[in-house]
């Protein structure tokens, strides 16, 4: 498996605090992302980077803000977390052959 | 925008049947597709992937894919399932020379043993 781990693993948290999810990969690959898993909406691409500090929205960014200070971490935040947030959230990277390697995931509840 | 069907939501078979799983996309240029698998509370994982070449695909665990460009379709097969095939599965599509992918929402396979 590709060098890529994911914190927190399993976060609750309540409605209207922030919340940041870190991914880590040791793979130097330059594209990393974002996405979200709900049952019947399959995989949604929230952020993703293409570099140190270059960054783009995918198709649900809304609520979602992104950074990438170093080419290892690629973190995630919710601003003010809402219900509607509570995911399984999924980071991967990207590089040379465009197939995507998955991090293990963090699950959050808003509650 | 493009997008990506797998027109099998959920797949129930018995051991030792054979699997086909429909993909289709909607864009008309050079493409890259992918196969992920996700077993139960695990993250996706690569099945296989097609990028040029023979448009039938071999990958991982005995599970096949056939390009065929003028049904813009990418099915994932499998001549004989296990109860380890247990999982969902993904299609993915990236526009030849893009590293943004499309997926489907995905086909839930349950093998009964």
């Known amino acids: 498996d590709a060098g890529i781990t994911q914190s927190p693993r399993h976060k609750v948290t309540e409605t209207g605090t922030p919340v940041t999810l870190r991914c880590h990969q040791t793979e130097n690959h330059r594209y990393m992302y974002w996405y979200r898993q709900d049952p019947g909406h399959g995989l949604r691409l929230i952020h993703y980077s293409y570099g140190v500090k270059d960054t783009d929205k995918g198709e649900v960014s809304d609520g979602y803000s992104v950074s990438r200070s170093k080419t290892e971490d690629f973190l995630l935040t919710l601003e003010s977390a809402t219900s509607s947030q509570t995911s399984v959230y999924f980071c991967?990277?990207?590089?040379?052959?465009?197939?995507?390697?998955f991090g293990p995931g963090t699950r959050l509840t808003v509650t | 925008a493009q997008s990506v069907s797998q027109h099998n939501h959920h797949v129930i078979l018995s051991e030792a049947a054979s699997l086909e799983l429909g993909c289709n996309y909607s864009?008309?240029?050079?493409?890259?597709l992918f196969w992920y698998v996700q077993y139960p509370g695990q993250h996706l994982q690569l099945l296989l992937k097609?990028?040029?070449?023979?448009?039938l695909v071999k990958g991982i665990k005995g599970f096949e894919a056939e390009f065929i460009k003028s049904k813009f379709s990418f099915n994932l097969r499998k001549p004989s399932v296990q109860w380890s095939d247990t999982a969902e599965y993904f299609c993915a599509v990236n526009r030849g020379g893009s590293y943004i992918p499309t997926f489907g929402r995905g086909t839930s396979l349950i093998v009964h043993p």
């Open positions: 864009y008309g240029g050079t493409v890259n």
């Open positions: 991967a990277i990207s590089e040379p052959h465009y197939e995507q390697y």
């Open positions: 097609y990028f040029s070449g023979d448009p």
